[in-house]
């Protein structure tokens, strides 16, 4: 593999001007203008230890990133290849597309080249099943397991050298965020992440956030469990925050209205112990940078942490607004009708998320005859339903709140005309994910009702009072799906509406035609941020 990189040809067919143009280049910004000299300086430090989490992740998905790069002069063929940490098409499901390569080890750089699962049972070291070692073949044939603190021993002194520098000069004003940086950098250098992780949980009011380490296990596709390195440098959006809390404390009173009869809604809701935050990403490095990007984190995936203590989910607002501009808007001006651009709005956008998250705390976990729960009964159609649910409730939550004056901006009209041009959007590639199929439910629930009406030219209009009324039916409809526990209904329902139809799918695919790109890439950095 590595002998065929002098020529450094993109395969044939392959259009590397053409497929760099299907991303759009967003600058990821905030106002930095209030940050005091320390925090400036702090956040470049932070930056520093997030580069070196990037060159971690190159070396866990390719390899030797310099060794590729080498015979790479600056033009489309090197940006995409940055771009996808590796020459393998991320959103074309990894094809390779630079002569020579051949197809990305399902392993990546976690196992040895050629690596099967034979093999890998023979290993007799049962550190070979941990989320941080990586396993090598040594001189003799022999398969050796190594911790990624020895692994990366020098990349992670240096990393965890920045993050306590960081620490050092916001502990003034960020004392608890001054701590979990130690936590963490003592965590990073010993292979275990219980202690930082329980310890961010925990943490409130900080206003900046690092997010690092070895995290997501999805680069590794041969056997699901080593971790990739990545890193989210953040700052808190207090305005925001600030606003979810309020609709927290209101869930107990949505629940009682809930349109379905009491014994559905019998269950007491409030603070699950999972947490939402809103913040604004300073940069991001490795995993979560390849490809298509992030714009919501929900941690620790521990799940015993996840048990006692629970998660938190990050929304990034900026990169949400970066998607919103470059995707959502531009297909609402394809796919909905003209009168009604209007109510696309990213405050909608970003709200219908916001409330979508809170409204999976509404309704029952368990059956409502209390024998078992919900996720139990409905086994692998539990999540479609579930996110169905919480769009569903979610759009219920913002009528009942824009009636009572808790919510005030906007219109009706903005959050469900918006709500369905980002179906559009989460369901331009397929809906095959559990999100993917929810949305479908949703939207031929409102297709099927008189809700959205599709126009002859191919564009879909909302009937705001018909809408009213097909959320009331269908949140009802789900809630008794789910606190009767009855996985034949919720099979049918997927069966029958889980689907894209033939006349979405036509629609859908002027889409592809028309130049919307596919995701946002960053240019990103101190410069950037106006911070050097
Ligand atoms: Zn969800």
């Given at each position: 593999m590595i002998g065929s990189i002098a020529a450094q040809q993109p395969v044939q067919g392959f259009d590397a001007a053409a497929a760099m143009a299907r991303y759009k280049k967003v600058a990821l910004q905030v106002n930095t203008s209030a940050f005091s000299e320390k925090e400036k300086q702090a956040v470049r430090l932070l930056i520093g230890a997030a580069q070196i989490a990037d060159s971690l992740f190159w070396k866990q998905a390719w390899g030797d990133k310099n060794e590729l790069l080498r015979a790479m002069p600056a033009g489309p063929l090197r940006d995409f290849t940055l771009l996808n940490y590796g020459p393998w098409d991320r959103l074309n499901?990894?094809?390779?597309?630079?002569?020579?390569?051949?197809t990305k080890p399902e392993g990546a750089r976690f196992y040895?080249?050629?690596?099967?699962k034979a093999e890998f049972d023979r290993v007799a070291d049962s550190s070979k099943f941990s989320a941080y070692s990586i396993l090598n073949r040594d001189a003799f044939g022999q398969t050796t397991v190594q911790p990624y603190s020895a692994a990366y021993t020098g990349e992670l002194r240096l990393m965890t050298q920045q993050m306590r520098m960081a620490a050092g000069l916001l502990r003034p004003t960020d004392p608890l965020f001054s701590d979990y940086l130690e936590l963490r950098a003592n965590d990073l250098l010993r292979d275990n992440y219980d202690i930082s992780d329980r310890f961010w949980l925990e943490m409130r009011d900080n206003k900046f956030d690092l997010i690092i380490g070895p995290i997501e296990n999805y680069e590794d596709k041969f056997l699901g469990i080593k971790t990739a390195f990545e890193a989210y440098v953040m700052v808190r959006d207090n305005e925001w925050s600030q606003r979810l809390e309020k609709y927290i404390g209101l869930l107990p009173w949505l629940q009682e209205n809930l349109p379905v009869a009491p014994a559905y809604k019998q269950e007491k809701v409030g603070n699950s112990g999972s947490q939402l935050a809103v913040f604004d990403a300073l940069y991001y490095a490795g995993d979560c940078n390849a490809g298509s990007k992030t714009i919501a984190v929900n941690l620790p995936n521990d799940e015993t942490i996840q048990k006692e203590i629970g998660t938190r989910r990050t929304q990034i607002k900026n990169v949400m607004r970066a998607k919103f501009d470059n995707m959502v808007q531009p297909i609402s001006e394809l796919l909905i009708d003209p009168k009604q651009?209007?109510?696309?709005?990213f405050n909608a956008f970003f709200n219908n998320v916001m409330f979508h998250e809170v409204a999976?705390?509404?309704?029952?976990?368990?059956t409502i005859d209390g024998k078992r729960t919900v996720r139990e009964s409905l086994g692998a159609k539990y999540s479609a339903i579930e996110e169905c649910k919480a769009d569903v409730l979610g759009l219920y939550m913002v009528t009942r709140l824009l009636e009572r004056g808790e919510l005030t901006e906007g219109t009706l009209a903005d959050y469900y005309v918006t709500f369905v041009a980002s179906v559009f959007r989460s369901v331009r590639f397929g809906a095959s994910s559990a999100h993917g199929k929810a949305n479908m439910i949703t939207f031929n629930f409102l297709l099927n009702s008189g809700a959205v009406k599709r126009n002859k030219k191919g564009t879909y209009r909302v009937n705001i009072n018909a809408m009213k009324k097909a959320i009331n039916d269908l949140a009802g409809l789900l809630l008794k799906v789910q606190g009767d526990g009855s996985e034949a209904r919720a099979a049918e329902l997927l069966a029958k509406d889980g689907i894209i139809g033939t006349i979405l799918a036509q629609d859908l695919a002027r889409l592809e035609s028309s130049g919307i790109p596919v995701d946002i890439y960053f240019e990103q950095g101190i410069h950037t941020l106006g911070i050097q």
């Amino acid at each position: 593999m590595i002998g065929s990189i002098a020529a450094q040809q993109p395969v044939q067919g392959f259009d590397a001007a053409a497929a760099m143009a299907r991303y759009k280049k967003v600058a990821l910004q905030v106002n930095t203008s209030a940050f005091s000299e320390k925090e400036k300086q702090a956040v470049r430090l932070l930056i520093g230890a997030a580069q070196i989490a990037d060159s971690l992740f190159w070396k866990q998905a390719w390899g030797d990133k310099n060794e590729l790069l080498r015979a790479m002069p600056a033009g489309p063929l090197r940006d995409f290849t940055l771009l996808n940490y590796g020459p393998w098409d991320r959103l074309n499901n990894d094809a390779p597309f630079i002569q020579g390569i051949g197809t990305k080890p399902e392993g990546a750089r976690f196992y040895p080249p050629a690596f099967t699962k034979a093999e890998f049972d023979r290993v007799a070291d049962s550190s070979k099943f941990s989320a941080y070692s990586i396993l090598n073949r040594d001189a003799f044939g022999q398969t050796t397991v190594q911790p990624y603190s020895a692994a990366y021993t020098g990349e992670l002194r240096l990393m965890t050298q920045q993050m306590r520098m960081a620490a050092g000069l916001l502990r003034p004003t960020d004392p608890l965020f001054s701590d979990y940086l130690e936590l963490r950098a003592n965590d990073l250098l010993r292979d275990n992440y219980d202690i930082s992780d329980r310890f961010w949980l925990e943490m409130r009011d900080n206003k900046f956030d690092l997010i690092i380490g070895p995290i997501e296990n999805y680069e590794d596709k041969f056997l699901g469990i080593k971790t990739a390195f990545e890193a989210y440098v953040m700052v808190r959006d207090n305005e925001w925050s600030q606003r979810l809390e309020k609709y927290i404390g209101l869930l107990p009173w949505l629940q009682e209205n809930l349109p379905v009869a009491p014994a559905y809604k019998q269950e007491k809701v409030g603070n699950s112990g999972s947490q939402l935050a809103v913040f604004d990403a300073l940069y991001y490095a490795g995993d979560c940078n390849a490809g298509s990007k992030t714009i919501a984190v929900n941690l620790p995936n521990d799940e015993t942490i996840q048990k006692e203590i629970g998660t938190r989910r990050t929304q990034i607002k900026n990169v949400m607004r970066a998607k919103f501009d470059n995707m959502v808007q531009p297909i609402s001006e394809l796919l909905i009708d003209p009168k009604q651009r209007v109510n696309i709005t990213f405050n909608a956008f970003f709200n219908n998320v916001m409330f979508h998250e809170v409204a999976h705390g509404l309704g029952v976990k368990n059956t409502i005859d209390g024998k078992r729960t919900v996720r139990e009964s409905l086994g692998a159609k539990y999540s479609a339903i579930e996110e169905c649910k919480a769009d569903v409730l979610g759009l219920y939550m913002v009528t009942r709140l824009l009636e009572r004056g808790e919510l005030t901006e906007g219109t009706l009209a903005d959050y469900y005309v918006t709500f369905v041009a980002s179906v559009f959007r989460s369901v331009r590639f397929g809906a095959s994910s559990a999100h993917g199929k929810a949305n479908m439910i949703t939207f031929n629930f409102l297709l099927n009702s008189g809700a959205v009406k599709r126009n002859k030219k191919g564009t879909y209009r909302v009937n705001i009072n018909a809408m009213k009324k097909a959320i009331n039916d269908l949140a009802g409809l789900l809630l008794k799906v789910q606190g009767d526990g009855s996985e034949a209904r919720a099979a049918e329902l997927l069966a029958k509406d889980g689907i894209i139809g033939t006349i979405l799918a036509q629609d859908l695919a002027r889409l592809e035609s028309s130049g919307i790109p596919v995701d946002i890439y960053f240019e990103q950095g101190i410069h950037t941020l106006g911070i050097q």
